[in-house]
């Protein structure tokens, strides 16, 4: 202050309106004051909108779902719905705002175009280099176009559009089947798997397709959903925030959705599907694709040892997460609200019913689910095996005149398990039946012993399963007028299917139906007689 003080002195003395020592207080006030003013002028330029917001970048998405393809392909069932899962989960967790969000479920070729343009209309308004948008479509696709409503729509159009926006990052997610072409135009640089990214601005592009070129994106009725949206979906949400800092980066969202997409297509009928990954970036740090830890709900499945988890929603019964948990507990955002919580464990699952409210969080653990997700890690393979025992009331069809049906007990071991590539259940049966004739008097009693093994799936508490059964039928013939006791030996053959429901962790019902034929004994030779019956059983896990 001492220059300042100096010159003021200098100007009032040849003003000569002031002396020495009233001169040196009058410049002190006049120095605080143009302090203060400059300090407020500077917080109410701070202040102003945008200021700080252009410090950050915004976020924009275009979300597409269509299940209808051409006219000759199978309609999806899914994929609206998974679009509208990642419309929640931006929103949700990746921080990108409904004000710039556009969603299209339903559209051919034609409104896909529209769409495009009038976003691209407003990106070139509205964005700046520093901003993100990501694209996500979810259809049917073939031959290098998506499949929209039998209209066709070159996957390089979405491309050029993602590298024409006028955005720093620009990030393409394809669900479809063959979509991988998509990640070999327009010089987009591979990435080996598994890829290890670094550290940059982001200021390129990324195309990540749900499968390879020639492979399917296959969809899931258990998921309800296809296995690579619900394994992203579950990643953004925080299974796939491998360094517990409360933000899912690409590269981690990429590596958890590779991984289990792999593992949840490796027998399925429609083959292997291995997502995809193309990159053109450049520059330093890390594209953060959600923030979990910023959600309104937070669920902690605090858990030391891995495990497999199901998260359903109390009151509608939906599937929200099926998640491979890793080492240490895992964080996942939800919408707040009552859900059950299932671990696999030895003897089925173990179940606890938690509320996430409203703006806070929520941790599950305890010693019952650590035990559990140890022993399953302890068995052979990581998927383990469990052995049930059934019995319940039967009913089948009679293969002899005069004897419509038989009533008796049926008893069954199953085993859930793999044996095999697409088959994951076994089983040993046991069945004693009775019946009288009608036409003539007498008393037959069947013994029926047969085994069969084929595939299950799971939903939630419900099982469904198939298998193919033989076995041997033993037929005692008692109480005949006139005639000695009879007894015969027959080979059986049947197709099954059956349905479980997990009543408890141990507890369960079944039923089952059976179809097929019967080599019977006859006066003039040996027939094939049709053979059909059903059971209703409590099962117990042992």
Not at 50 to 57: K, L
Not at 185 to 197: E, S, W, Y
Request: proline share 5%.
């Amino acid at each position: 202050m001492s220059r300042p003080l100096d010159l003021g002195r200098r100007v009032f003395a040849v003003l000569g309106r002031l002396p020495g020592a009233p001169v040196e207080a009058a410049l002190r006030r006049w120095a605080w004051r143009l302090s203060v003013r400059v300090f407020a002028v500077l917080m109410v330029l701070g202040s102003l909108p945008g200021a700080a917001a252009e410090e950050a970048p915004r976020r924009w998405a275009l979300i597409v779902g269509e299940n209808q393809g051409l006219a000759s392909e199978e309609r999806l069932r899914f994929a609206e719905t998974d679009a509208q899962r990642m419309r929640e989960v931006l929103q949700e967790v990746g921080t990108v705002s409904p004000e710039r969000t556009m969603s299209l479920l339903g559209a051919d070729a034609a409104k896909l175009r529209e769409a495009l343009a009038r976003f691209r209309a407003r990106l070139a308004v509205e964005a700046s280099p520093r901003d993100w948008l990501l694209l996500y479509v979810s259809s049917h696709a073939g031959d290098g176009s998506l499949h929209l409503r039998g209209t066709e729509l070159p996957m390089r159009e979405l491309v050029d559009f993602l590298k024409g926006a006028p955005v720093g990052v620009g990030l393409l997610i394809l669900d479809s089947c063959r979509s991988g072409v998509a990640t070999r135009l327009k010089g987009l640089k591979p990435v080996a798997t598994p890829i290890t990214m670094e550290a940059s601005d982001l200021e390129g592009r990324v195309v990540i397709s749900a499968s390879g070129a020639d492979e399917y994106a296959q969809e899931s009725d258990a998921l309800q959903g296809s296995f690579f949206t619900h394994h992203l979906a579950v990643g953004l949400r925080g299974a796939a925030d491998a360094s517990r800092d409360g933000r899912v980066t690409l590269e981690e969202a990429y590596r958890y959705a590779y991984a289990r997409t792999l593992e949840s297509t490796l027998v399925s009928p429609g083959g292997m599907q291995r997502p995809t990954f193309r990159m053109d970036l450049s520059g330093r740090g890390e594209l953060i694709l959600s923030e979990p830890q910023r959600a309104r709900g937070r669920l902690t499945l605090d858990v030391k040892a891995p495990g497999r988890w199901l998260v359903m929603a109390s009151e509608s019964g939906a599937l929200v997460a099926e998640l491979e948990k890793g080492e240490g507990p895992t964080t996942l955002a939800v919408a707040p609200g009552a859900y059950r919580l299932l671990l696999r464990a030895e003897g089925g699952y173990l179940e606890r019913s938690v509320k996430v409210p409203l703006d806070g969080a929520v941790s599950v653990g305890g010693e019952p689910l650590e035990q559990a997700a140890r022993m399953r890690l302890a068995r052979k393979g990581g998927a383990g095996s469990e052995l049930l025992v059934a019995v319940g009331p039967s009913l089948t069809s009679g293969i002899v005149a005069g004897l419509s049906s038989l009533a008796g007990l049926d008893v069954r071991l199953v085993r859930e398990g793999r044996l095999f590539p697409g088959v994951d259940t076994s089983g040993l049966g046991l069945a004693v039946r009775r019946g009288t004739g009608s036409r003539v008097s007498f008393q037959q009693t069947e013994l029926e012993l047969r085994l069969g093994a084929g595939p299950h799936w799971k939903l939630g508490a419900w099982t469904f399963s198939g298998a193919l059964e033989a076995g041997a039928l033993a037929v005692f013939q008692s109480r005949i007028p006139d005639e000695d006791a009879r007894f015969g030996l027959e080979p059986l053959g049947l197709v099954t299917g059956g349905v479980r429901l997990d009543v408890r962790s141990r507890l369960s019902m079944l039923l089952s139906a059976s179809a097929g034929g019967v080599m019977a004994k006859r006066d003039s030779g040996t027939a094939l007689v049709p053979r059909a019956s059903a059971s209703l059983m409590v099962g117990y896990a042992l």
